[in-house]
């Protein structure tokens, strides 16, 4: 079982910065990826950033440039960084690790991006 905990949302006006950390806990030996997910209000949760193991990222295209994912200390801890924020960054943002077959999520962080 692997634990994530998110840290960091908040309130922040358009054009400002937030950055996210999710800490994992429990048997991280086994993680392969981390990754965002974000979940809109009356959205479906999607995809924002990922990286992997061997340390390759990736970004949805609505973030790309604007976000950056890293993993210092890959499998213990995952970091956003969220710069040049606009209103429709609004969302609950989770945390998701990738062991094997098994997907773990936090429980998920608030980011309201509003003036």
């Known amino acids: 079982q692997v634990q994530l905990v998110e840290s960091g949302g908040g309130l922040v006006q358009p054009g400002g910065s937030l950055r996210l950390s999710c800490a994992a806990s429990?048997?991280?030996?086994?993680?392969?990826?981390m990754g965002w997910y974000r979940q809109a209000p009356g959205k479906q949760r999607e995809w924002v950033a990922g990286?992997?193991?061997?340390?390759?990222?990736d970004y949805a295209d609505s973030v790309k440039g604007r976000f950056t994912i890293s993993g210092d200390n890959f499998k213990s801890a995952v970091s956003l960084q969220m710069n040049s924020l606009k209103p429709e960054d609004t969302a609950v943002y989770y945390c998701?690790?990738?062991?094997?077959?098994?997907?773990?999520w936090g429980q998920g962080t608030p980011v309201t991006v509003s003036s």
């Open positions: 998701l690790a990738t062991a094997g077959p098994s997907h773990y």
């Open positions: 429990g048997s991280i030996f086994s993680i392969n990826a």
């Open positions: 990286v992997t193991s061997g340390g390759s990222t």
